[in-house]
Nanobody
């Protein structure tokens, strides 16, 4: 069973950048498709980006295309989310999640391993 821990969140001004990391332990990381999701106050948890086990396939929500980039380093058991040109509407708790033997589905229900989340706050 993989254990996921996010880091890298914080407070940033609009237009700035942050890089989130999600470190995995206790499982075969390369067997998991990985996803980043986010949940803003009063809203449902929503997809941000996903990446296949090899890193060859990625998916992005329309709201972050061209600004965010997901990547992974299987040797380091880590998945990253580079966030550029941040907007106040990107403010949320960001979660990473794993889907064993998955392909990088954008469906939240396909992910059954979750981290505890990291807060990202973008000030205007």
């Amino acid at each position: 069973q993989v254990h996921l821990v996010e880091s890298g969140g914080g407070l940033v001004q609009a237009g700035g950048s942050l890089r989130l990391s999600c470190a995995a332990s206790g499982g075969t990381f390369s067997s998991y498709a990985m996803g980043w999701f986010r949940q803003a106050p009063g809203k449902e948890r929503d997809i941000v980006a996903t990446i296949s086990w090899s890193g060859s396939n990625t998916y992005y929500a329309d709201s972050v295309k061209g600004r965010f980039a997901i990547s992974r380093d299987n040797a380091k058991n880590t998945v990253y989310l580079q966030m550029n040109i941040l907007k106040p509407e990107d403010t949320a708790v960001y979660y990473c999640a794993g889907d064993l033997y998955g392909w990088g589905s954008p469906r939240i229900g396909d992910y059954n391993h979750w981290g505890q989340g990291t807060q990202v706050t973008v000030s205007s």
